[in-house]
């Protein structure tokens, strides 16, 4: 799985953003692209953390940092989000064909796919190191 953690979507406000810090009305935030800090108020912006969004399938919902994960992985040119609609669904279909197409509109697509192109770009597709906090048996 890709690591997601602090990574913001914002109404209003094109691109990604890394948190930096919290306030009471709203955030500051870090673009991913350009470095540029700047604070989005809560009564104008909506945030979505990355970590937190996932993609409809038949069985359930699959993590976007799962689906980041298998774009990496996979051998398939990522087309460009102003692709049109055939080759970015063919595209996706491949990467993750267990999508729900009836709740997973095109829209939806595109913007995963320019969300991965930004962090691609930005050498920021880190894997998430798995760590095992209750390992039974274990002694000092």
Same mark, same amino acid.
């Given at each position: 799985?890709?690591?997601l953690t %602090? *990574? *913001?979507a914002i109404t209003g406000m094109p691109g990604l953003y890394e948190l930096v810090a919290n306030r009471a009305d709203g955030a500051i935030v870090k673009s991913v692209e350009n470095g540029l800090s700047k604070f989005a108020p809560l009564r104008k912006h909506q945030f979505s953390l990355l970590e937190t969004i996932s993609i409809y399938t038949h069985s359930d919902s699959t993590p976007l940092s799962e689906v980041f994960y298998t774009m990496k992985k996979s051998d398939l040119d990522v087309p460009s989000a102003d692709a049109d609609q055939k080759t970015c669904i063919e595209y996706?279909? %491949?990467i *993750?064909?267990?999508y729900d197409p009836d709740r997973v509109t095109i829209g939806d697509i595109k913007k995963c796919i320019k969300w991965y192109s930004i962090l691609f770009k930005n050498e920021r597709l880190i894997e998430k190191v798995k760590s095992e906090s209750n390992e039974a048996g274990k002694e000092d």
């Open positions: 799985m890709i690591e %602090k *990574l *913001l996706f279909q %491949k *993750l064909p267990d």
